[in-house]
């Protein structure tokens, strides 16, 4: 027995030793991305080949409930992933000295970063002259225009088909034409109809209290607007303007009409899509990319009932500049953790997976078998490949797109032959591959993409403030907390008390919210300065 | 018993006790390694609530605040109203779900049909392996006013004409996290005090059947009383759970709406310390907690002394 035992010894070392060989053959990295997906399918056609092609598989931890908690808690801990995400609190990473200085890593092992990223460099350098975190997006050759812009008043196709595709522009008009249609259509598909949702689910609330920003014409600035006087951008406050006011007074008529929908404060974000889905909602504002879910369903099994994107803003003098110009987030992105073992592998997978040839397969797929070139050299899809990447569920599960794309380092924009990185934006066929319900909308209004019913955006250098985050746990930090608790708790208030109480309610509002701005205000001005200087 | 009697017979000094008990020492002793790194190792951490933490940076090398975060959180209004919240729900959660659980113990104890009390037993302790992420959309959609089901059976029975908006009238939280506890937990709660009746001498129920007592009178003369010790030993140990009324509960059932009475110091905890990176703030807010806990469970227990009642301690 014990002979036997020895003898078994060498073979042993043997087999573990080949064990381990073939486990290298997969280079494995923990990855946490700040945002919720479903896990991996485990094969994906695009997986399958970045998996072969540079031997790396992935561990992924997507988000679940709250990032800002989550981050919390990942410092706290010091149990970080190899490679990071996380949104708007990266900086806090690398304040707690979780992330790497990449700069050595990019010059020597990644030349595809390196080469795309250059643009961006500056905007990337913390104080210490160090990068930290690469961009989801970095924009090479120039920036791209998408079919939808990134946020507007929605309002259901029925509705305006119905009224004879009139041209509005005021909230009064919008709220006008979605009161005439609920009198005349008190149930769509026999189900009640909802006049207007707004959201309000936790962080995403946004969608509800940045409204007055964009009824003033602004873009997506955040809490504050940079207002440009006297040739600087002075920030201002306009949670107590008299667009807020008129704003939550419109909601607050609206609701005791019975037209913005009852539960609207209270649902979460599952309900809200669930609703705008039905086809049964008539209106609701919010960022593109939190509804799109919504309008990707209505397009598939519902094509009368997508939503319109509408430049509304409060009086119809207003301009209206609503629309962004794509830009890079120089404030948040993918980093490498100081848990990593194998530095330089991680930033050469992300050099790989940042090249254009990767960007193409993620976005356009396998030339011939997902796209094909015309004579000029730009691509295009066949209606049949079309339709497979109309399906969103075809395009997460068995494309894997999704699982590469957001949270990594990306390219937008133009590529270097003309084309563009995003199918969606390539030019020529935003009219052409727009879905025949879409094309009905954009005939009758004479434009090829709906952002040519906005106005052109205007170029800011320091744009936009959002990305501008409080120093963790400073006074400005307290008071936003401070500030966000009081609009969650006023806002519902505000639209859904009696008319009679609202002019009550509004200067209980003002009076709460005024004091709660002035450090965050001091913050968000030194840095605009210092970008305005630097950039 | 015999071993017991003649070990003391014997002389019992502390060591031979120790000796004759080993196995049962050796077996507790895993529990007591427990109990040392999971509750009194993390007390070292309670330093952090004097100083103003940074993470990547040891604890010693720390900046030195004193008790500035003991003032900021007395200073801070919301502090007031988290303790109220988590208090009145506490209390509401406690005094429901014991009197639900005892309720249903008495009355399954009742029961004949061996299957339809074990049904009603399987039933109602299953959503206790719900989890609250669950079972908080559960919750939802029955509360919500676009067909959910509570509305449409009130709707539906004339009681009510206009769906009500639940969990939007801030009045009414409390009562939702009360309630929808006894769902969750009624089942669960009820097995111990089964065991608890379970126990009782059967020779007491025939007497007092002699006596003339019915079934409620036996219920009361009898079962109430003798499950008495067993009540008032979980009512001291809850005591303890006062101030955390809950987290996963109240967080996914709460909106802008009723914010003013969702929030519990467990979402304070979270909202403004570990989320701000304000760890020190959090630990403070923790040691109140601690500290206010240990004081409720000394005085439930000196309470239960007073009234003769069965004692923790």
């Known amino acids: 027995m014990k002979r036997r035992g020895f003898w078994f010894l060498p073979l042993l070392l043997i087999l573990v030793m080949g064990a381990t060989a073939f486990a290298q053959e997969f280079k494995e990295f923990t990855v946490f991305t700040g945002e919720p997906l479903p896990d991996y399918p485990g094969s994906t056609i695009v997986g399958d080949i970045i998996e072969a092609e540079t031997g790396v598989k992935l561990i992924r931890e997507a988000l679940v409930g709250d990032l800002e908690t989550k981050v919390g808690l990942m410092i706290a801990s010091g149990d970080y992933p190899d490679l990071v995400v996380a949104a708007h609190f990266t900086s806090l990473l690398k304040d707690a000295g979780a992330l790497l200085p990449l700069n050595d890593l990019i010059e020597e092992h990644a030349p595809n970063l390196k080469r795309l990223y250059a643009n961006h460099w500056e905007m990337l350098q913390q104080e210490d002259g160090n990068v930290y975190w690469l961009p989801i997006q970095a924009i090479p050759y120039g920036p791209d225009t998408s079919r939808y812009p990134s946020l507007a008043f929605f309002m259901n196709k029925r509705v305006l088909k119905e009224a004879g595709w009139p041209v509005i522009k005021t909230l009064d008009e919008y709220f006008g034409l979605i009161e005439d249609y609920m009198a005349k259509h008190p149930t769509i598909d026999g189900e009640p109809t909802i006049g207007y949702v707004t959201l309000f689910d936790g962080w995403r609330s946004f969608a509800t209290t940045n409204v007055p920003q964009h009824l003033m014409g602004y873009p997506n600035e955040g809490e504050f607007v940079p207002v440009m006087q006297q040739g600087r951008y002075v920030v201002t406050e306009y949670h107590t303007s008299p667009t807020a006011k008129a704003y939550y007074q419109k909601l607050n008529e609206m609701y005791n009409k019975g037209v913005v929908d009852q539960e609207t404060f209270i649902m979460n974000y599952d309900q809200y899509i669930e609703k705008l889905s039905s086809g049964r909602v008539l209106g609701t504002f919010n960022q593109f990319w939190q509804m799109q879910e919504g309008q990707n369903y209505l397009l598939r099994d519902n094509p009368d009932s997508i939503f319109v994107p509408l430049p509304i803003v409060i009086d119809p003098l207003v301009e209206e500049r609503q629309r962004d110009i794509p830009y890079v987030q120089p404030t948040q992105g993918m980093g490498i953790t100081v848990k990593c073992k194998d530095p330089v592998g991680a930033i050469k997978f992300l050099d790989y997976l940042i090249k254009e040839d990767t960007q193409r397969l993620l976005q356009w797929g396998i030339e011939g078998v997902h796209y094909e070139v015309d004579e000029n050299g730009l691509y295009y899809r066949t209606p049949e490949q079309l339709e497979l990447f109309r399906d969103p569920d075809w395009v997460q599960n068995v494309f894997g797109r999704q699982y590469f794309f957001n949270a990594f380092p990306s390219l937008r924009g133009v590529d270097e032959n003309g084309n563009m990185f995003f199918p969606d934006t390539q030019p020529h066929l935003i009219y052409s591959d727009s879905t025949d319900s879409e094309k009905e909308v954009m005939d009758a209004y004479g434009v090829k993409s709906f952002s040519d019913l906005f106005n052109e955006p205007i170029f800011k250098k320091y744009f936009p403030l959002w990305t501008i985050t409080m120093p963790a746990g400073s006074p400005a930090h307290i008071e936003e907390t401070r500030m966000k608790d009081v609009l969650n708790r006023y806002v519902p208030e505000l639209v859904m008390s009696s008319p009679d109480q609202f002019e009550n309610i509004w200067q209980n509002y003002v009076k709460d919210i005024k004091p709660l701005m002035v450090e965050q205000m001091k913050v968000y001005q030194e840095e605009i300065d210092w970008r305005m200087e630097n950039w | ?313």
């Open chain 2, 1 to 313: 018993m015999k071993t017991s009697a003649s070990v003391s017979r014997r002389g019992g000094t502390f060591w031979h006790r120790v000796k004759q008990q080993k196995v049962l020492i050796l077996m507790t002793i895993p529990f007591l390694v427990h109990v040392f790194i999971f509750r009194y190792v993390p007390i070292w951490g309670w330093l952090m609530a004097f100083q103003e933490y940074w993470p990547g940076k040891g604890i010693l090398q720390q900046t030195w605040v004193g008790l500035e975060n003991f003032k900021l959180l007395f200073d801070d209004p919301v502090f007031y109203q988290v303790l109220r919240n988590t208090l009145a729900m506490s209390i509401i959660k406690l005094a429901m779900g014991t009197i639900s659980s005892i309720a249903l113990a008495l009355m399954l104890n009742e029961v004949r049909r061996m299957w339809f009390k074990k049904t009603v037993q399987t039933i109602s302790y299953l959503p206790h392996f719900i989890s609250w992420v669950v079972a908080a959309n559960l919750v939802r959609d029955a509360l919500s006013t676009d067909g959910g089901i509570i509305n449409k059976v009130l709707m539906d029975l004339r009681i009510i004409k206009e769906p009500i908006m639940f969990l939007g009238i801030p009045g009414l939280f409390w009562w939702i996290i009360g309630i929808s506890h006894v769902w969750k937990e009624v089942g669960w709660g009820a097995i111990i005090y089964l065991a608890a009746i379970a126990s009782i001498d059967p020779t007491l129920y025939e007497s007092a059947m002699i006596d003339g007592a019915g079934r409620l009178k036996q219920m009361w003369y009898i079962t109430l009383p003798s499950i008495r010790p067993t009540i008032s030993v979980l009512l001291i140990m809850n005591m303890g759970w006062v101030l955390s009324a809950g987290f996963e509960q109240q967080y996914l059932l709460q909106n802008g709406r009723v914010i003013d009475y969702a929030r519990v110091f467990t979402i304070y905890e979270l909202d403004y310390g570990i989320k701000m990176m304000r760890y020190s703030f959090a630990t403070a807010v923790g040691i109140f907690r601690s500290v206010v806990s240990l004081i409720l469970v000394f005085s439930a227990n000196q309470l239960a002394k007073r009234w003769g009642q069965e004692r923790l301690v």
